[in-house]
């Protein structure tokens, strides 16, 4: 069974770019979570799906957004970059279901973005 | 308030010795999960140990095992006979009731490195 894939792996742009980071959840998983990793931050949750819809929202700008397709796959948009979001990008994916806790989120490599 | 401390920037440990890796939290849930993970230099966070609060017993897989204690608020990583590979970052982190989110709060991580 595949597991989550995120491209790209590696991604360099500079201040006031945009960008779009892919995630594809493992198959039959629903719900897809992103968290920003910065050496200062630590891990920080950004958004979770589940069937297309935002579940919930941590607390970054807007200029961070995100979606997600009818076949689970999400994408994430950062606008108008800043040096800041230098970060790892990483998503996860789970079942989605509002069962047990312990359904733990089986995450993806990442995407290191560097901001010039 | 720090919802996940962990108070170890650094550890070291000997090889095949075991090693404690704290972790406290703070929630007014009375339902919450607790999870351990380990991030290797290569990024990809990888799913090790869950608690769950009502969880009677300590959670075991394989080498790790959860010391929780539920009264104090620690759910401690306890890694038997150390392996070189366990060198890493490791990561507590907890997930909250509410709403079905699938949202994780990590710790600001303990770096393991297991000397030979």
């Known amino acids: 069974k595949a597991g989550v894939t995120q491209t790209p792996r590696y991604l360099i742009k500079t201040r006031g770019q945009q960008v779009t980071l892919s995630c594809s959840p493992i198959?039959?998983?629903?719900?897809v979570s992103w968290y920003q990793q910065t050496p200062g931050q630590g891990l920080q949750f950004l958004f979770e799906?589940?069937?297309?819809?935002?579940?919930n929202k941590g607390n970054f700008p807007g200029r961070f957004s995100g979606r997600q397709f009818s076949n689970s796959r999400s994408e994430m948009n950062v606008s108008t970059l800043e040096l800041g979001d230098s970060a790892l990008y990483l998503c996860?994916?789970?079942?989605?279901?509002?069962?047990?806790?312990?359904?733990?989120?089986?995450f993806g490599p990442g995407t290191r973005l560097t901001v010039l | 308030a720090q919802k996940i401390t962990q108070t170890q920037p650094g550890m070291f440990v000997q090889e095949k010795e075991a090693v404690t890796l704290d972790c406290t939290y703070d929630?007014?849930?009375?339902?919450?999960?607790l999870f351990w993970y380990k991030q290797p230099s290569s990024g990809e966070m990888i799913f090790l140990i869950y608690?769950?609060?009502?969880?009677?017993q300590n959670a075991t897989e394989g080498r790790y095992s959860l010391n929780f204690q539920k009264a104090r608020k620690s759910a401690n990583l306890v890694i038997s006979a150390s392996q070189l590979g366990d060198s890493a970052m490791y990561f507590c982190?907890?997930?909250?009731?509410?709403?079905?989110?699938?949202?994780?709060?990590f710790g600001k991580g303990t770096k393991l490195s297991v000397i030979p």
């Open positions: 799906y589940f069937s297309e819809t935002q579940r």
């Open positions: 608690q769950g609060s009502y969880d009677e």
């Open positions: 198959s039959g998983h629903r719900s």
């Open positions: 996860a994916s789970s079942w989605g279901t509002s069962g047990s806790f312990g359904n733990e989120q089986f």
């Open positions: 929630t007014s849930d009375q339902s919450y999960g």
């Open positions: 982190a907890m997930r909250e009731s509410g709403a079905g989110s699938y949202q994780l709060t």
